[in-house]
Protein backbone atom coordinates (compact mmCIF):
# COMPACT_ATOMS: atom_id res chain seq x y z
CA UNK A 1 0.00 0.00 0.00
CA UNK A 2 1.49 2.89 -1.30
CA UNK A 3 2.31 6.27 1.49
CA UNK A 4 2.44 9.94 0.91
CA UNK A 5 6.88 9.96 0.57
CA UNK A 6 7.35 12.69 -2.16
CA UNK A 7 4.09 13.90 -2.13
CA UNK A 8 0.42 13.61 -0.34
CA UNK A 9 -1.34 11.17 -2.85
CA UNK A 10 -5.07 11.24 -3.50
CA UNK A 11 -7.50 8.80 -3.55
CA UNK A 12 -11.65 8.46 -2.90
CA UNK A 13 -13.73 6.27 -1.37
CA UNK A 14 -15.27 3.73 -4.05
CA UNK A 15 -18.41 5.31 -6.11
CA UNK A 16 -18.67 7.70 -8.54
CA UNK A 17 -22.08 9.08 -10.55
CA UNK A 18 -23.20 6.42 -12.56
CA UNK A 19 -24.27 7.71 -16.21
CA UNK A 20 -28.21 8.44 -16.43
CA UNK A 21 -28.82 5.80 -18.81
CA UNK A 22 -27.28 3.17 -16.60
CA UNK A 23 -28.80 4.36 -13.18
CA UNK A 24 -32.00 3.91 -15.16
CA UNK A 25 -31.92 -0.03 -16.15
CA UNK A 26 -30.00 -0.82 -12.57
CA UNK A 27 -33.46 1.02 -11.35
CA UNK A 28 -35.87 -0.67 -13.57
CA UNK A 29 -33.88 -3.98 -12.46
CA UNK A 30 -34.35 -3.20 -8.83
CA UNK A 31 -38.54 -2.45 -9.43
CA UNK A 32 -38.52 -5.92 -11.07
CA UNK A 33 -38.76 -4.91 -14.42
CA UNK A 34 -37.07 -6.26 -17.84
CA UNK A 35 -33.77 -5.27 -18.53
CA UNK A 36 -31.07 -6.46 -21.60
CA UNK A 37 -28.63 -7.77 -19.82
CA UNK A 38 -26.08 -7.34 -22.54
CA UNK A 39 -26.77 -4.09 -22.83
CA UNK A 40 -26.98 -3.52 -18.98
CA UNK A 41 -23.30 -5.43 -19.25
CA UNK A 42 -21.44 -2.75 -22.12
CA UNK A 43 -23.24 0.38 -20.36
CA UNK A 44 -21.49 -0.39 -17.22
CA UNK A 45 -18.37 -1.51 -18.84
CA UNK A 46 -18.36 1.63 -21.13
CA UNK A 47 -19.20 3.61 -17.80
CA UNK A 48 -16.42 2.14 -16.04
CA UNK A 49 -13.62 2.88 -18.53
CA UNK A 50 -15.36 6.83 -18.91
CA UNK A 51 -14.45 6.61 -14.86
CA UNK A 52 -10.97 5.26 -15.40
CA UNK A 53 -10.25 8.03 -17.73
CA UNK A 54 -12.15 10.97 -15.42
CA UNK A 55 -10.09 10.04 -12.20
CA UNK A 56 -6.84 10.18 -14.36
CA UNK A 57 -7.58 13.52 -16.10
CA UNK A 58 -8.64 15.18 -12.66
CA UNK A 59 -5.76 14.58 -10.37
CA UNK A 60 -6.45 11.27 -8.69
CA UNK A 61 -3.32 9.36 -8.13
CA UNK A 62 -5.13 5.56 -6.43
CA UNK A 63 -8.44 5.29 -7.94
CA UNK A 64 -10.79 2.42 -8.82
CA UNK A 65 -13.58 1.76 -11.10
CA UNK A 66 -15.56 4.02 -9.99
CA UNK A 67 -18.14 1.05 -8.82
CA UNK A 68 -20.22 1.58 -12.32
CA UNK A 69 -20.61 -2.33 -12.56
CA UNK A 70 -22.63 -2.90 -10.09
CA UNK A 71 -26.18 -1.33 -8.17
CA UNK A 72 -24.53 -0.30 -5.33
CA UNK A 73 -21.95 -1.03 -2.92
CA UNK A 74 -23.30 -4.24 -1.29
CA UNK A 75 -26.73 -4.80 -3.03
CA UNK A 76 -24.48 -6.43 -6.16
CA UNK A 77 -24.38 -9.42 -3.78
CA UNK A 78 -27.73 -11.29 -4.08
CA UNK A 79 -27.07 -11.15 -7.60
CA UNK A 80 -23.49 -13.31 -7.31
CA UNK A 81 -24.10 -15.72 -4.30
CA UNK A 82 -27.38 -17.93 -2.92
CA UNK A 83 -29.58 -17.60 -0.72
CA UNK A 84 -31.16 -13.87 -1.38
CA UNK A 85 -34.61 -13.62 -2.05
CA UNK A 86 -37.64 -10.96 -1.36
CA UNK A 87 -37.27 -8.04 0.30
CA UNK A 88 -38.10 -6.03 3.73
CA UNK A 89 -38.03 -2.47 4.90
CA UNK A 90 -34.90 -1.49 7.01
CA UNK A 91 -34.71 -0.33 10.32
CA UNK A 92 -35.25 3.67 10.26
CA UNK A 93 -32.51 5.93 11.49
CA UNK A 94 -32.59 7.26 14.88
CA UNK A 95 -31.47 10.63 14.04
CA UNK A 96 -34.09 11.50 11.33
CA UNK A 97 -37.21 9.21 13.32
CA UNK A 98 -35.95 12.72 16.15
CA UNK A 99 -36.71 15.40 13.70
CA UNK A 100 -40.42 14.65 11.69
CA UNK A 101 -40.26 17.71 9.65
CA UNK A 102 -37.07 16.65 8.69
CA UNK A 103 -38.39 13.67 7.41
CA UNK A 104 -41.17 14.15 5.91
CA UNK A 105 -38.29 16.84 3.64
CA UNK A 106 -36.29 13.44 2.83
CA UNK A 107 -39.08 11.67 1.77
CA UNK A 108 -40.65 14.80 -0.25
CA UNK A 109 -37.10 15.09 -2.19
CA UNK A 110 -36.97 11.85 -3.13
CA UNK A 111 -40.25 11.76 -4.60
CA UNK A 112 -39.67 10.06 -8.31
CA UNK A 113 -36.70 10.08 -8.18
CA UNK A 114 -34.81 7.19 -10.34
CA UNK A 115 -32.89 5.66 -7.99
CA UNK A 116 -32.14 1.71 -6.59
CA UNK A 117 -32.89 2.27 -2.69
CA UNK A 118 -31.00 0.29 -0.21
CA UNK A 119 -33.36 0.36 2.44
CA UNK A 120 -35.12 -2.24 0.25
CA UNK A 121 -32.92 -5.30 0.30
CA UNK A 122 -33.54 -8.67 0.44
CA UNK A 123 -33.65 -11.80 2.88
CA UNK A 124 -31.54 -14.34 3.46
CA UNK A 125 -33.54 -18.02 2.92
CA UNK A 126 -30.84 -20.27 2.65
CA UNK A 127 -27.43 -20.97 2.06
CA UNK A 128 -25.14 -18.11 1.06
CA UNK A 129 -22.70 -19.49 -1.65
CA UNK A 130 -21.29 -17.69 -4.95
CA UNK A 131 -23.05 -19.07 -7.59
CA UNK A 132 -19.93 -19.24 -9.88
CA UNK A 133 -16.83 -18.22 -8.06
CA UNK A 134 -15.18 -16.62 -11.53
CA UNK A 135 -17.74 -14.16 -11.06
CA UNK A 136 -16.22 -12.95 -7.27
CA UNK A 137 -13.17 -12.07 -10.01
CA UNK A 138 -15.27 -10.84 -12.60
CA UNK A 139 -14.39 -6.74 -11.98
CA UNK A 140 -11.36 -7.20 -10.97
CA UNK A 141 -10.17 -8.76 -14.66
CA UNK A 142 -11.86 -6.10 -16.55
CA UNK A 143 -10.42 -3.51 -14.53
CA UNK A 144 -7.09 -4.88 -14.91
CA UNK A 145 -7.69 -4.71 -18.60
CA UNK A 146 -9.10 -1.73 -18.34
CA UNK A 147 -5.59 -0.28 -17.08
CA UNK A 148 -3.37 -2.56 -19.20
CA UNK A 149 -4.20 -0.86 -22.08
CA UNK A 150 -3.55 2.76 -20.64
CA UNK A 151 -0.19 4.67 -21.06
CA UNK A 152 -1.74 6.73 -17.97
CA UNK A 153 -1.29 5.19 -15.17
CA UNK A 154 -2.60 5.07 -11.61
CA UNK A 155 0.04 5.10 -8.80
CA UNK A 156 -2.14 2.74 -7.72
CA UNK A 157 -5.25 0.94 -7.60
CA UNK A 158 -7.98 -0.37 -5.54
CA UNK A 159 -11.51 -1.91 -5.62
CA UNK A 160 -13.83 -1.97 -3.09
CA UNK A 161 -16.17 -4.90 -1.34
CA UNK A 162 -18.54 -5.10 1.62
CA UNK A 163 -18.39 -6.29 4.74
CA UNK A 164 -19.86 -8.74 6.28
CA UNK A 165 -21.39 -6.84 8.84
CA UNK A 166 -23.50 -4.34 6.37
CA UNK A 167 -25.14 -7.22 4.42
CA UNK A 168 -26.08 -9.00 7.72
CA UNK A 169 -27.45 -5.75 9.15
CA UNK A 170 -28.75 -4.79 5.92
CA UNK A 171 -30.44 -8.28 4.93
CA UNK A 172 -32.90 -9.69 7.25
CA UNK A 173 -31.60 -13.22 8.54
CA UNK A 174 -34.62 -15.65 8.26
CA UNK A 175 -32.33 -18.79 7.52
CA UNK A 176 -28.67 -18.87 9.79
CA UNK A 177 -29.40 -19.98 13.88
CA UNK A 178 -27.51 -17.10 14.84
CA UNK A 179 -25.89 -14.35 14.01
CA UNK A 180 -22.67 -15.32 14.33
CA UNK A 181 -22.82 -18.57 11.98
CA UNK A 182 -24.57 -15.68 9.41
CA UNK A 183 -21.57 -13.70 9.45
CA UNK A 184 -19.04 -16.41 9.42
CA UNK A 185 -21.24 -17.92 5.90
CA UNK A 186 -20.57 -14.06 4.65
CA UNK A 187 -17.11 -13.73 5.82
CA UNK A 188 -16.46 -16.84 3.88
CA UNK A 189 -18.10 -16.23 0.61
CA UNK A 190 -16.79 -12.43 0.28
CA UNK A 191 -13.07 -14.28 1.12
CA UNK A 192 -13.69 -15.21 -2.76
CA UNK A 193 -13.96 -11.83 -3.83
CA UNK A 194 -11.30 -10.16 -1.46
CA UNK A 195 -8.49 -12.30 -2.28
CA UNK A 196 -9.50 -11.94 -6.25
CA UNK A 197 -9.31 -8.62 -5.60
CA UNK A 198 -5.62 -8.82 -4.44
CA UNK A 199 -4.50 -11.14 -6.59
CA UNK A 200 -5.12 -9.48 -9.17
CA UNK A 201 -3.02 -6.52 -8.29
CA UNK A 202 -5.32 -4.10 -6.54
CA UNK A 203 -5.87 -3.04 -2.83
CA UNK A 204 -8.85 -4.38 -1.67
CA UNK A 205 -10.99 -1.65 0.13
CA UNK A 206 -13.40 -2.81 2.77
CA UNK A 207 -16.49 -0.81 3.04
CA UNK A 208 -18.12 -1.28 6.74
CA UNK A 209 -20.14 1.50 7.52
CA UNK A 210 -22.21 -1.27 9.52
CA UNK A 211 -19.25 -0.14 12.20
CA UNK A 212 -20.42 2.67 12.99
CA UNK A 213 -23.92 3.49 11.16
CA UNK A 214 -25.32 0.67 12.60
CA UNK A 215 -25.59 2.60 16.04
CA UNK A 216 -28.22 4.64 15.17
CA UNK A 217 -30.13 1.90 13.18
CA UNK A 218 -30.00 -1.76 14.28
CA UNK A 219 -29.09 -0.81 17.51
CA UNK A 220 -30.66 2.92 18.27
CA UNK A 221 -32.33 0.71 21.03
CA UNK A 222 -29.72 -0.67 22.58
CA UNK A 223 -26.92 -0.26 24.67
CA UNK A 224 -23.41 1.14 23.66
CA UNK A 225 -22.21 -2.20 25.17
CA UNK A 226 -24.29 -4.60 22.58
CA UNK A 227 -23.31 -2.66 19.81
CA UNK A 228 -19.61 -2.78 20.70
CA UNK A 229 -20.17 -6.40 20.65
CA UNK A 230 -21.87 -6.38 17.34
CA UNK A 231 -18.54 -4.78 16.03
CA UNK A 232 -16.17 -7.66 18.10
CA UNK A 233 -18.24 -10.39 16.22
CA UNK A 234 -17.89 -8.22 13.25
CA UNK A 235 -13.77 -7.59 13.10
CA UNK A 236 -13.87 -11.33 14.24
CA UNK A 237 -15.57 -12.41 10.66
CA UNK A 238 -13.43 -10.16 9.10
CA UNK A 239 -9.92 -10.99 10.18
CA UNK A 240 -10.90 -14.70 9.29
CA UNK A 241 -12.31 -13.40 5.88
CA UNK A 242 -8.55 -12.30 5.66
CA UNK A 243 -6.56 -14.82 7.02
CA UNK A 244 -4.51 -14.89 3.40
CA UNK A 245 -4.50 -11.48 2.36
CA UNK A 246 -1.12 -9.57 3.37
CA UNK A 247 -2.57 -6.53 5.61
CA UNK A 248 -0.75 -3.91 3.61
CA UNK A 249 -3.19 -4.86 1.00
CA UNK A 250 -6.14 -3.86 3.00
CA UNK A 251 -7.80 -0.61 3.83
CA UNK A 252 -10.66 -0.38 5.09
CA UNK A 253 -13.77 2.36 5.31
CA UNK A 254 -15.79 3.22 8.20
CA UNK A 255 -18.69 6.25 8.56
CA UNK A 256 -21.67 7.04 9.88
CA UNK A 257 -24.27 6.77 6.58
CA UNK A 258 -23.79 8.64 3.61
CA UNK A 259 -26.73 10.64 3.80
CA UNK A 260 -27.49 14.28 4.67
CA UNK A 261 -28.96 14.45 7.69
CA UNK A 262 -28.58 15.42 11.84
CA UNK A 263 -26.20 12.98 12.87
CA UNK A 264 -26.90 13.85 16.02
CA UNK A 265 -27.25 10.04 16.95
CA UNK A 266 -24.07 8.66 15.47
CA UNK A 267 -21.89 7.41 18.15
CA UNK A 268 -18.83 8.90 18.92
CA UNK A 269 -15.49 7.76 17.01
CA UNK A 270 -13.41 7.03 20.18
CA UNK A 271 -16.33 4.43 21.92
CA UNK A 272 -15.34 2.77 18.20
CA UNK A 273 -12.05 2.68 17.16
CA UNK A 274 -10.47 0.58 19.97
CA UNK A 275 -12.51 -2.36 18.81
CA UNK A 276 -12.43 -1.14 14.99
CA UNK A 277 -8.22 -0.75 15.19
CA UNK A 278 -7.92 -4.56 16.18
CA UNK A 279 -8.81 -5.39 12.26
CA UNK A 280 -6.11 -6.97 10.41
CA UNK A 281 -5.71 -4.42 7.50
CA UNK A 282 -3.40 -1.73 6.98
CA UNK A 283 -5.50 1.30 6.81
CA UNK A 284 -8.64 3.26 7.29
CA UNK A 285 -10.57 5.57 5.77
CA UNK A 286 -12.27 8.07 7.51
CA UNK A 287 -15.05 11.23 6.67
CA UNK A 288 -13.24 14.40 8.45
CA UNK A 289 -14.83 16.89 6.61
CA UNK A 290 -18.44 17.15 7.24
CA UNK A 291 -19.89 18.71 9.92
CA UNK A 292 -20.27 16.09 12.76
CA UNK A 293 -17.24 14.34 12.47
CA UNK A 294 -14.42 16.85 11.43
CA UNK A 295 -13.25 17.32 15.23
CA UNK A 296 -12.46 13.05 15.60
CA UNK A 297 -8.83 13.59 13.97
CA UNK A 298 -7.89 13.93 17.52
CA UNK A 299 -9.11 10.62 18.62
CA UNK A 300 -5.74 9.69 15.79
CA UNK A 301 -3.58 11.28 18.32
CA UNK A 302 -5.22 9.14 21.67
CA UNK A 303 -4.96 6.32 20.12
CA UNK A 304 -2.17 6.14 17.31
CA UNK A 305 -1.98 3.94 14.28
CA UNK A 306 0.37 0.84 14.48
CA UNK A 307 3.44 1.99 12.62
CA UNK A 308 2.61 -0.22 9.51
CA UNK A 309 -0.60 1.69 9.03
CA UNK A 310 -1.91 4.97 6.92
CA UNK A 311 -5.46 6.56 7.19
CA UNK A 312 -7.16 8.15 4.09
CA UNK A 313 -8.60 11.78 5.62
CA UNK A 314 -11.90 12.08 4.18
CA UNK A 315 -11.12 16.06 3.62
CA UNK A 316 -13.96 16.24 0.95
CA UNK A 317 -17.80 16.47 1.72
CA UNK A 318 -19.50 14.00 -0.63
CA UNK A 319 -23.46 15.35 0.21
CA UNK A 320 -22.79 19.13 -0.36
CA UNK A 321 -21.74 20.82 -4.30
CA UNK A 322 -19.93 23.30 -1.77
CA UNK A 323 -16.43 22.92 -3.77
CA UNK A 324 -14.22 23.08 -0.99
CA UNK A 325 -11.79 25.58 -1.35
CA UNK A 326 -8.20 23.95 -2.10
CA UNK A 327 -6.71 25.81 1.47
CA UNK A 328 -9.33 24.26 3.15
CA UNK A 329 -8.46 21.13 1.74
CA UNK A 330 -4.70 21.25 2.44
CA UNK A 331 -5.64 22.94 6.10
CA UNK A 332 -7.52 19.49 7.02
CA UNK A 333 -4.62 17.15 5.77
CA UNK A 334 -2.20 19.68 7.86
CA UNK A 335 -4.75 19.00 10.97
CA UNK A 336 -4.78 15.06 10.32
CA UNK A 337 -0.93 15.06 9.33
CA UNK A 338 -0.76 16.70 12.77
CA UNK A 339 -2.55 14.25 15.02
CA UNK A 340 -0.74 11.13 13.32
CA UNK A 341 2.69 12.66 13.64
CA UNK A 342 3.49 11.67 9.96
CA UNK A 343 2.55 13.22 6.55
CA UNK A 344 3.86 10.04 5.10
CA UNK A 345 1.11 8.21 6.42
CA UNK A 346 -1.77 10.82 5.31
CA UNK A 347 -3.62 10.65 1.90
CA UNK A 348 -6.20 12.79 0.70
CA UNK A 349 -9.57 11.41 -0.24
CA UNK A 350 -13.48 11.86 0.20
CA UNK A 351 -15.79 11.39 3.20
CA UNK A 352 -17.88 8.38 1.55
CA UNK A 353 -18.59 7.31 -1.96
CA UNK A 354 -20.88 10.19 -4.54
CA UNK A 355 -22.91 7.40 -5.65
CA UNK A 356 -23.00 4.37 -3.10
CA UNK A 357 -26.05 3.86 -4.21
CA UNK A 358 -27.38 4.11 -8.21
CA UNK A 359 -28.97 7.31 -8.14
CA UNK A 360 -28.37 8.24 -4.79
CA UNK A 361 -25.80 10.82 -4.90
CA UNK A 362 -26.62 14.42 -3.40
CA UNK A 363 -23.53 15.95 -5.82
CA UNK A 364 -24.25 16.91 -9.45
CA UNK A 365 -21.56 15.15 -11.84
CA UNK A 366 -20.10 17.84 -12.38
CA UNK A 367 -19.81 19.38 -9.20
CA UNK A 368 -18.12 15.82 -8.48
CA UNK A 369 -15.19 16.26 -10.69
CA UNK A 370 -14.63 19.89 -9.49
CA UNK A 371 -14.44 18.30 -6.25
CA UNK A 372 -11.43 16.30 -6.82
CA UNK A 373 -9.85 18.24 -8.46
CA UNK A 374 -10.17 20.63 -5.71
CA UNK A 375 -8.49 17.76 -3.99
CA UNK A 376 -5.14 17.31 -5.77
CA UNK A 377 -4.78 20.97 -5.55
CA UNK A 378 -5.23 21.01 -1.88
CA UNK A 379 -2.74 17.96 -1.48
CA UNK A 380 -0.62 19.72 -3.32
CA UNK A 381 -0.57 22.60 -1.07
CA UNK A 382 -0.14 20.87 1.91
CA UNK A 383 3.07 18.86 0.39
CA UNK A 384 4.45 21.70 0.05
CA UNK A 385 4.17 22.33 3.57
CA UNK A 386 4.73 19.20 5.60
CA UNK A 387 6.87 17.15 3.53
CA UNK A 388 10.34 18.39 2.23
Known amino acids: MQHSHDRILTTHTGSLPRPAALVQMYAQRANGQPVDETLLERAGHQAMQDSVERQLANGIDIGNNGEQQREGFFLYVQRRMSGFSGSWKRWSRGDVERYPEFKQMMANQAGDKVAVSNFLPPRVTGDIKYLDPALAASEAVDFK ?62 DCPDLALERHVSYHDESDAKFIGFIERVVTALNVALRNIPRDRVRMHVCWGNYEGPHDCDVPLQKIWPTISQTNVGGFVLPFANARHAHEMTVLRKHPLKEDQIIVAGVIDVLTNFVEHPEVVADRLERCAAEVGDPTRVLAGTDCGFDTSAGMGRVATDVVWAKLRTLAEGARIASERLIK
Open 145 to 206: AELAGRSKKFTEAFLTAPSPGIIASACKNEHYDSEESYLAALAEALRLEYEAIVNNGFILQI
